[in-house]
Nanobody, 126 residues
Framework: QVQLVESGGGLVQAGGSLRLSCAAS????????MGWFRQAPGKERDFVAH????????YYADSVKGRFTISRDNAKNTVYLQMNSLKSEDTGVYYC???????????????????WGQGTQVTVSS
């Protein structure tokens, strides 16, 4: 089992920044790639960003590319999501998720991910 705990959410004005953190415990952190997803009210959960187990590869949704940065610190068992130039449409509950590093399919869908955090709310006011 891997336990994931997100933090760093909150209320921010449009144009502002937030940094989300996701602390992992349980199994070896480097056995997993990590992803961030978000869910807006009344909508499905959407892919935001993904980082490989080593941090060497990253992927982003088109809607956040150039504004968000995913990173990880394997010594601290933590993955981050730096969010800049926030827009009202970024509002939602943000979830981090762990995906076994051997997986070779699409990382932009939520189904393959093995473990999920409880989510942290991000609200961007316009």
């Amino acid at each position: 089992q891997v336990q994931l705990v997100e933090s760093g959410g909150g209320l921010v004005q449009a144009g502002g920044s937030l940094r989300l953190s996701c602390a992992a415990s349980g199994r070896t952190f480097t056995n997993y790639a990590m992803g961030w997803f978000r869910q807006a009210p009344g909508k499905e959960r959407d892919f935001v960003a993904h980082i490989s187990w080593s941090g060497g590869s990253t992927y982003y949704a088109d809607s956040v590319k150039g504004r968000f940065t995913i990173s990880r610190d394997n010594a601290k068992n933590t993955v981050y999501l730096q969010m800049n130039s926030l827009k009202s449409e970024d509002t939602g509950v943000y979830y981090c998720a762990a995906l076994r590093r051997e997986y070779s399919g699409s990382v932009r869908v939520d189904d393959p991910y093995d473990y999920w955090g409880q989510g942290t709310q991000v609200t961007v006011s316009s």
